[in-house]
């Protein structure tokens, strides 16, 4: 459902328009006659089944599904009331797949439904649909997974903080990683954002600065005109008497630097010694040094200066009146570090208050962190959130640390704070369904964390600022603006990362057996496999391209390494192009090499893997889990030793427990079978000819990848129903539910009715219903789901 | 006014009063609940195979009863341990009646129900509170990390798992929570820094500054309990988790300050870890293993858990096992699959063995690391080719609490949840029942 035009859907059959129609009339009602429209909408679909849905059930299903009986668990005679029959609408739908399909009731029993029969039973319970509420679903605060930290960092700091290498990997859920009540926060990864935060910050703000470590040898000591190298022996020193230190800094870019010196006196009268600091000859600063030895302090000084090499002094006078003696100093370290602006543009746009004559270091702090946060929290920070970070700027001032440090701590507090790590969005007004409309803020999150993997740019949140981002006009502008964006490789990457099980190709975890591809399948040729796949999905999202490009494109994306590895002549160099293709063996998901390999066993080709992928993930039709008792391939082959691999499965196939999922996954791999594990192409297995003979249900034969593709590419509307299925799963971050299916309807209808764009799919997907709400509390229309006869068997 | 100071002592306070019941029966209160240095400190280590084993070579004969004497003909899967006879209890007929479930899932349940004893659930992530962290919570606070979880293979990244069940089931035998497992080390050089420099988290850095990590994570707490109690209940559970981690950070770096305030750590630690993640499974295993070793003996913690491999298998070409370890485990009483299911039995058992003797080579007290310690090694599974639960593959070695041990008890009397329940009571943590379990397993004494 789209927000901007609840229950609109663009079905063709029939019943359905009638349904709409009613649904219409409810529209129009204003609020007080809501509840009793529904009530006839119900009252006229109770009748329907008491009339003519309950009479064919009791004929033809009452038999097996029946209280005694309890065939599939399921007692159809349960039913009694139209009100109960009306709530157990999750399990009619199943219900309606069954009978429509064919495989209710079974092949062997005498009664048969004629066809319009079955159509009496699917459109009723298809029309059940307009009974449903509206709801956003479950929500979750959603923690930034691995890989949207990594983006935030490098939105907000400049920096590509490769955060997966020290973080603990995210837990997949439903296929994808971004699952929000999979995602969870332990210690040990609240101890990683701890210290990663410090290496953060240090290396975006303070990377260019000079730190001197007296005991480290970075400073010589000249004293009584004699020099004395400084030694990296790592002890603190005593200097006793009149001394400097001097070394040559080199200072990366111009502008205001702190110099900062850590020091402390063991004194001998009252006076303290006097500290001067003088950059190229010329004196900058001078003060006395009144911490001890055993709790040093800093002294700091702003200087201006210029790139490139200078000579810096420290020196030490003795405090008392000349001819006393016993003025001891300790100098632990001497920093320089540059206090506006960074390592990045980035990295500038923190450090954009400098305390100096008019400014107060806590007013500078303040103006740091209100933009830091601001930006960091992806909406305005509050008050208090700004109060408690200036009391962590306080801590660190009091500690005596310079300005840039005290600023580093204050902004690492920003980064492990709640709402940075997560999401979080404000609760809104419920509606009489139990959703609210997001805030503009929030909008603003999901379509940056779908889209970019990343957080909101500035365009959006000036949008949410002025409330402006909801209106569907706008939205949409931006989202079309977002796919066009370099960031959108976020998005592109991780969904086509996990749908097309790229990740496994390149991850270490993935590649368990190793040593089966050393000198086989190079690096350079799984990069490249993985950037086709990449090419193809993205090219197919940003071009709006139709989804029938995913099966049958007629191209491909290829380097010289991949194109040799696929005997493709004629492309030279690294980087990868779109090359159109002679004939159907390559180009297409079906054909990608990332795939056929992630969907091989390590040691040979396998078509049960990729012909289920190719049944799940394109014709829509997810197989049944294998029967718990198995039996074992290798007995059928112990049975038949003469056998070939594809002849051992044909075998196999036959048993009955197997033969529901099999007959219709291993003749579409066997259509793959030229490729071999390694997506290299073979005519031949030993010495036998490849055989890539196989069928598609409905008993279609093909022979080899080619005319695969060809009937494949007759399945269009069942790709873009998957596609929108696994989109919307990515971008609300959660399992999806019952009354998401009217949200995918009206999407795949979009999707349709636009020439199958793909990019349609992700437009509507984010312009749907449950993208833009939050459910409020518990929800209404989770009665659908009650149905009696499916009770879970729990040990 | 010192605002750091007076918000850590309100936030103090609320962790009190705040009905938080994660933080309150994980006892990560601040309160100092040091063991007396004397005393005798107990240790437990988990180490989790999947997939079973070759149940003809794992089990002894019903006469060899008496491990000890016949040290010289134990079944080839256990003959690594001959040596350590007198150490160990191989225990038969145990049963995770809760990891058959509903006949779904056998791959996620035998990796998630083995030290929970509940049944993971699909749709969401929701498991229980497993045994180690139970023992954590009584015995964790008086050491640097209340409990270490390593692993010698990252989580998969891409697919689905098993049907519709999450990948957290087949990633993790330690949860923290129903809905918080503990994520895996599995680099051994970052181990070794979490244990033993801890500079990154507290003490002074390059620049002579005390650190104020805990000061700033005092803070973001208080202020997201506020938070806690604007957002929804669904919210508020993520909020909580939260909450639970930045007090457990806290209490670590507070227990980092403490150890350091007592002068340093017990004994000198000296391992040389390498950088990177060793290759070679037994390699990899040992290293972890030595730093488990020696995280016991520096009291840096007292529970660990190690998985040695996860569902999804791996290979073991360093015993002429290229192919992958699930696969062999449906052999289908194939001899050359058994073949080399047995020789990945073998190769796992061997390193259980390298363990023990390190834990016997390590003084603790008047005796040795292995006489103060517990370690369970098994399979959540019995048969990997048939996915039953039954007769897990059990072997509990040391001496903690007090075993009888150098036994083979053929059919234990109870299930798996009752061996928890007396592991649990030997470490001090009784309880009155996990999981299916009722009473604990009367066979260990």
């Known amino acids: 459902m789209n927000r901007s035009a609840a229950h609109e859907s663009a079905s063709k059959s029939t019943p359905r328009r009638a349904a709409l129609r009613i649904v219409a009339c409810v529209a129009l009602l204003g609020l007080a006659g809501v509840a009793g429209a529904a009530d006839a909408v119900a009252t006229a679909l109770g009748e329907r089944y008491q009339h003519e849905v309950k009479p064919l059930l009791a004929t033809y299903c009452a038999g097996c599904h029946n209280l005694e009986k309890h065939k599939g668990d399921l007692d159809l005679g349960v039913y009694a009331s139209d009100a109960e029959a009306l709530r157990a609408r999750r399990l009619w739908k199943q219900v309606a797949g069954k009978v429509a399909d064919g495989d209710m009731p079974p092949e062997d029993e005498a009664k048969q439904p004629s066809v319009d029969e079955r159509q009496v039973i699917r459109t009723w319970i298809l029309s059940l649909k307009t009974l449903d509420h509206p709801d956003a679903g479950p929500t979750t605060l959603h923690r930034l997974n691995r890989g949207e930290y990594r983006n935030s960092i490098r939105d907000l700091l400049g920096l590509d903080y490769e955060a997966g290498a020290g973080f603990p990997k995210d837990d997949v859920s439903d296929g994808f990683d971004n699952i929000a009540e999979t995602l969870s926060l332990s210690p040990f990864l609240m101890e990683k954002y701890l210290v990663a935060a410090d290496d953060i910050l240090e290396r975006a703000l303070l990377a260019d600065s000079v730190v001197l470590r007296c005991g480290g040898g970075a400073l010589d000591l000249i004293q009584d005109g004699k020099t004395q190298a400084g030694k990296p022996d790592g002890k603190q020193r005593l200097i006793e008497g009149p001394a400097d230190l001097a070394t040559t800094i080199t200072v990366a870019s111009a502008g205001d630097h702190v110099i900062a010196v850590r020091a402390g006196a063991e004194r001998s009268d009252g006076a303290a010694p006097l500290l001067r600091i003088r950059v190229d000859g010329k004196e900058v600063h001078a003060a006395r040094i009144t911490a001890p030895t055993t709790a040093t302090d800093v002294i700091t000084c702003t200087v201006p200066l210029a790139a490139g090499g200078h000579q810096l002094t420290v020196t030490i006078a003795g405090g008392g009146p000349p001819g006393l003696v016993g003025d001891a100093v300790v100098v632990e370290t001497v920093e320089v570090l540059r206090l506006a602006g960074g390592t990045s543009p980035a990295a500038s746009n923190v450090l954009i208050a400098t305390p100096g004559p008019g400014l107060a270091k806590r007013a500078a702090a303040a103006r740091i962190a209100e933009r830091f946060a601001s930006r960091a929290y992806r909406r305005p920070a509050t008050?208090?959130?700004?109060?408690?970070?200036?009391?962590?700027?306080?801590?660190?001032?009091?500690?005596?640390?310079?300005?840039?440090?005290?600023?580093?701590?204050?902004?690492?507090?920003?980064?492990?704070?709640?709402?940075?790590?997560?999401?979080?969005?404000?609760?809104?007004?419920?509606?009489?369904?139990?959703?609210?409309?997001?805030?503009?803020?929030?909008?603003?999150?999901?379509?940056?964390?779908?889209?970019?993997?990343?957080?909101?740019?500035?365009?959006?949140?000036?949008?949410?600022?002025?409330?402006?981002?909801?209106?569907?006009?706008?939205?949409?502008?931006?989202?079309?603006?977002?796919?066009?964006?370099?960031?959108?490789?976020?998005f592109i990457d991780n969904f086509a990362g996990q749908w097309l099980l790229l990740r496994n190709l390149?991850?270490?975890?993935?590649?368990?057996?190793?040593?089966?591809?050393?000198?086989?399948?190079?690096?350079?040729?799984?990069?490249?496999?993985?950037?086709?796949?990449?090419?193809?999905?993205?090219?197919?999202?940003?071009?709006?391209?139709?989804?029938?490009?995913?099966?049958?494109?007629?191209?491909?994306?290829?380097?010289?390494?991949?194109?040799?590895?696929?005997?493709?002549?004629?492309?030279?160099?690294?980087?990868?192009?779109?090359?159109?293709?002679?004939d159907g063996r390559r180009g297409g998901i079906l054909t990608l090499g990332a795939l056929l390999v992630a969907n091989s066993h390590p040691d040979r080709s396998s078509p049960t893997r990729r012909g289920r992928w190719i049944v799940e993930e394109v014709l829509d039709k997810p197989p049944a889990p294998p029967p718990p008792d198995i039996p074992q391939l290798q007995f059928t082959r112990k049975e038949n030793p003469h056998a070939t691999d594809r002849q051992v499965l044909e075998i196999h196939r036959q048993r009955a427990a197997c033969a529901g999922c099999h007959r219709v996954m291993d003749p579409i791999g066997f259509g793959l079978e030229n490729f071999d594990r390694h997506a290299h192409w073979r005519e031949k297995l030993g010495d036998a000819p490849i055989d890539a003979t196989g069928e598609l249900p409905g008993k279609l034969k093909f022979d080899g990848p080619a005319e695969l593709k060809k009937l494949i590419a007759k399945h269009l509307d069942d790709l873009a129903r998957v596609l929108a299925k696994r989109v919307l799963t990515y971008a609300l971050g959660r399992a999806l539910q019952y009354t998401d299916d009217a949200v995918l309807d009206d999407i795949v209808a979009k999707a349709a009715a636009s020439g199958q764009r793909f990019d349609t799919i992700v437009i509507e997907t984010a312009l749907s219903f449950p993208f833009g709400h939050r459910r409020v509390g518990q929800q209404v229309a989770d009665a659908a789901g009650a149905s009696p006869a499916h009770t879970k068997v729990q040990p | 006014?010192?605002?750091?100071?007076?918000?850590?002592?309100?936030?103090?306070?609320?962790?009190?009063?705040?009905?938080?019941?994660?933080?309150?029966?994980?006892?990560?209160?601040?309160?100092?609940?040091?063991?007396?240095?004397?005393?005798?400190?107990?240790?437990?280590?988990?180490?989790?195979?999947?997939?079973?084993?070759?149940?003809?070579?794992?089990?002894?004969?019903?006469?060899?009863?008496?491990?000890?004497?016949?040290?010289?003909?134990?079944?080839?899967?256990?003959?690594?341990?001959?040596?350590?006879?007198?150490?160990?209890?191989?225990?038969?007929?145990?049963?995770?009646?809760?990891?058959?479930?509903?006949?779904?899932?056998?791959?996620?349940?035998?990796?998630?129900?083995?030290?929970?004893?509940?049944?993971?659930?699909?749709?969401?992530?929701?498991?229980?509170?497993?045994?180690?962290?139970?023992?954590?919570?009584?015995?964790?606070?008086?050491?640097?990390?209340?409990?270490?979880?390593?692993?010698?293979?990252?989580?998969?990244?891409?697919?689905?798992?098993?049907?519709?069940?999450?990948?957290?089931?087949?990633?993790?035998?330690?949860?923290?929570?129903?809905?918080?497992?503990?994520?895996?080390?599995?680099?051994?050089?970052?181990?070794?820094?979490?244990?033993?420099?801890?500079?990154?988290?507290?003490?002074?850095?390059?620049?002579?500054?005390?650190?104020?990590?805990?000061?700033?994570?005092?803070?973001?707490?208080?202020?997201?309990?506020?938070?806690?109690?604007?957002?929804?209940?669904?919210?508020?559970?993520?909020?909580?988790?939260?909450?639970?981690?930045?007090?457990?950070?806290?209490?670590?770096?507070?227990?980092?300050?403490?150890?350091?305030?007592?002068?340093?750590?017990?004994?000198?630690?000296?391992?040389?870890?390498?950088?990177?993640?060793?290759?070679?499974?037994?390699?990899?295993?040992?290293?972890?293993?030595?730093?488990?070793?020696?995280?016991?003996?520096?009291?840096?913690?007292?529970?660990?858990?190690?998985?040695?491999?996860?569902?999804?298998?791996?290979?073991?070409?360093?015993?002429?096992?290229?192919?992958?370890?699930?696969?062999?485990?449906?052999?289908?009483?194939?001899?050359?699959?058994?073949?080399?299911?047995?020789?990945?039995?073998?190769?796992?058992?061997?390193?259980?063995?390298?363990?023990?003797?390190?834990?016997?080579?390590?003084?603790?007290?008047?005796?040795?690391?292995?006489?103060?310690?517990?370690?369970?090694?098994?399979?959540?599974?019995?048969?990997?080719?048939?996915?039953?639960?039954?007769?897990?593959?059990?072997?509990?070695?040391?001496?903690?609490?007090?075993?009888?041990?150098?036994?083979?008890?053929?059919?234990?009397?109870?299930?798996?949840?009752?061996?928890l329940m007396a592991l649990l009571a030997r470490m001090d943590c009784s309880v009155d029942a996990f999981g299916d379990g009722r009473r604990p397993l009367p066979d260990l004494a």
Request: charge should be negative; glycine fraction near 8%; hydrophobic fraction near 40%.
């Open chain 1, 383 to 490: 008050p208090a959130q700004l109060a408690l970070l200036l009391s962590v700027f306080d801590l660190a001032d009091q500690q005596g640390r310079s300005f840039p440090r005290a600023v580093k701590e204050m902004l690492k507090a920003v980064l492990v704070s709640p709402e940075f790590l997560f999401r979080i969005e404000r609760e809104g007004v419920a509606d009489h369904d139990g959703n609210s409309r997001l805030d503009d803020y929030d909008l603003a999150s999901r379509m940056s964390y779908f889209l970019w993997s990343g957080p909101p740019d500035a365009a959006l949140l000036e949008l949410a600022a002025a409330g402006q981002l909801h209106e569907p006009a706008v939205e949409r502008a931006q989202i079309v603006r977002m796919i066009a964006d370099a960031r959108c490789q976020g």
């Open chain 1, 506 to 582: 390149v991850e270490p975890s993935g590649r368990v057996e190793k040593h089966h591809d050393d000198g086989e399948l190079p690096d350079a040729v799984r990069q490249a496999m993985v950037a086709e796949a990449t090419g193809l999905f993205g090219h197919i999202l940003r071009d709006g391209r139709g989804v029938g490009d995913f099966i049958d494109p007629g191209y491909t994306f290829l380097n010289q390494a991949l194109a040799t590895f696929y005997e493709i002549p004629g492309v030279t160099g690294d980087e990868m192009r779109l090359v159109p293709l002679s």
């Open chain 2, 1 to 419: 006014m010192n605002p750091p100071l007076s918000r850590r002592t309100v936030l103090r306070g609320l962790g009190a009063a705040l009905s938080l019941p994660l933080l309150e029966t994980m006892g990560w209160a601040d309160t100092p609940a040091r063991v007396a240095a004397s005393s005798a400190v107990k240790r437990i280590c988990f180490i989790y195979v999947p997939h079973g084993v070759d149940n003809a070579n794992f089990w002894p004969t019903p006469a060899q009863t008496d491990l000890t004497l016949c040290r010289d003909a134990l079944p080839a899967v256990l003959d690594p341990l001959a040596r350590h006879a007198a150490d160990l209890l191989v225990l038969g007929g145990l049963r995770h009646r809760m990891a058959e479930g509903d006949n779904r899932a056998h791959h996620a349940r035998e990796t998630a129900t083995w030290l929970t004893g509940s049944a993971a659930q699909s749709e969401v992530v929701h498991n229980a509170v497993s045994a180690d962290q139970l023992i954590a919570t009584r015995i964790g606070q008086a050491t640097k990390l209340p409990s270490l979880e390593l692993g010698l293979q990252a989580g998969r990244s891409a697919g689905n798992c098993d049907q519709g069940f999450s990948c957290a089931y087949h990633a993790h035998i330690s949860w923290r929570s129903p809905s918080q497992p503990n994520p895996r080390e599995i680099d051994p050089r970052a181990v070794f820094d979490r244990l033993f420099s801890s500079s990154s988290l507290t003490g002074r850095n390059a620049y002579g500054e005390a650190s104020l990590n805990r000061s700033i994570l005092d803070l973001v707490g208080a202020q997201a309990q506020t938070l806690a109690r604007q957002v929804s209940s669904d919210d508020r559970r993520k909020l909580d988790e939260y909450l639970d981690s930045v007090r457990s950070v806290e209490a670590r770096i507070q227990g980092i300050e403490r150890k350091a305030a007592d002068n340093g750590h017990a004994g000198n630690v000296q391992l040389e870890v390498p950088a990177g993640i060793p290759g070679r499974f037994d390699e990899h295993a040992r290293l972890m293993l030595d730093l488990i070793a020696l995280a016991y003996q520096s009291d840096s913690t007292r529970v660990s858990t190690l998985m040695f491999s996860q569902a999804f298998g791996r290979s073991y070409p360093e015993i002429g096992v290229p192919e992958n370890h699930h696969e062999m485990s449906h052999h289908g009483h194939d001899p050359k699959k058994l073949e080399k299911v047995r020789r990945i039995n073998i190769h796992h058992v061997t390193q259980l063995a390298y363990f023990l003797d390190r834990l016997k080579a390590t003084r603790d007290g008047a005796g040795s690391l292995l006489d103060q310690t517990l370690v369970l090694y098994g399979s959540g599974m019995g048969d990997g080719d048939a996915h039953d639960h039954v007769n897990l593959p059990t072997i509990v070695a040391g001496h903690a609490g007090g075993l009888r041990t150098g036994r083979y008890v053929q059919q234990c009397e109870g299930n798996f949840c009752d061996l």
